[in-house]
């Protein structure tokens, strides 16, 4: 699924899982010492949390995201103080975060500037969740429903930052099949239009549809995003079906800025990909 949560820039891990980080790692160690200050054994603990023995012990090894219910039954269980809770907190961007995608997720969170071009389906921070849990769903190889409910929690999560920071300039290009071809089914795709018209009502978002038949196309090198840091510096990323290039050579970013700027003169208009995202709505 693209941005680095799942599918294209997935956990690396050959179960699915996020691979370890200091921040899961550290929040596995807090649990662990809370349950045993309880005087429970990982077979005790697991049945009151309501997750398995393997999954808990995935949690406490930080080789697994924990699901928001595992926080809040475990915070509960083990009278934490509101510690287990507050670790939680710091795991909020990084769960089932590629390694290859965590450099670019830390620029993005400052970005004033984020450009993206996607032809293999809807970005991650457009995503509504019925569309994100059909990618998920539908992964190959298939991911438990932990890990599934783990993905889908990082990716909503990171959508925030649509909301969070109304002064980054956001610019999505988009090809037209991506609506056309239902991903999920007829009533996910018209949630997804809504959900995309309502975004572009925002003052920070701006949504163009590159046509079907396009004569003269930049984007043939594939999937690309840009952002300008607050320091004015652009830096570029590029997935792969199992890897991600983060690009910060000065001139391969000049020549996909040359690309995007070219992409956005051969999509569709602002107001004309809106009126089409209306069209197709009620075509579905």
């Known amino acids: 699924m693209t941005d680095g949560v799942g ?31 309880a005087l429970l054994t990982q077979e005790q603990f697991a049945p009151k949390v309501r997750y398995s023995v ?18 809040d039954r ?8 509101g510690v287990i809770k507050a670790a939680a907190k710091h795991l909020s961007r990084k769960s089932g975060l590629a390694s290859w995608f965590r450099q670019w997720a830390q620029l993005e969170a400052e970005a004033l500037n984020l450009y993206t071009y996607e032809c293999r389906l809807i970005p991650g921070l457009l995503q509504p969740e019925a569309y994100a849990r059909a990618l998920f769903v539908n992964q190959l190889p298939p991911l438990g429903d932990d890990q599934i409910e783990a993905q889908l929690t990082a990716r909503l999560d990171r959508q925030k930052l649509l909301t969070e920071r109304p002064n980054t ?26 959900h995309i018209l309502r975004l572009v009502q925002l003052r920070n978002i701006e949504v163009q549809i590159m046509p079907q038949i396009r004569e003269s196309h930049a984007g043939l090198d594939g999937p690309m995003r840009l952002l300008e840091t607050p320091d004015h510096r652009w830096f570029g990323y590029g997935e792969g079906q199992e890897s991600g290039h983060f690009h910060a050579d000065p001139a391969v970013v000049s020549t996909l800025q040359m690309r995007y700027a070219r992409m956005r003169s051969q999509a569709h208009s602002l107001e004309y990909s809106v009126g089409l995202l209306q069209r197709m709505r009620g075509a579905v």
């Open 169 to 194: 300039a956001y610019s999505f290009i988009l090809e037209e099949h991506l609506f056309l071809r239902r991903t999920g089914g007829a009533e996910v795709t018209r949630n997804l239009i809504d």
């Open 74 to 81: 475990a915070e509960a269980v083990l009278d934490a103080f």
């Open 54 to 71: 393997p999954t808990v012990a995935s949690i406490e090894q930080g080789r697994r995201f924990p699901p928001p219910a595992f926080v």
């Open 7 to 37: 599918g294209t820039g997935g956990a690396t891990g050959a179960n699915g899982e996020p691979e370890p980080s200091d921040s899961l790692k550290a929040f596995g160690e807090v649990v662990k010492v809370f349950r045993k200050r």
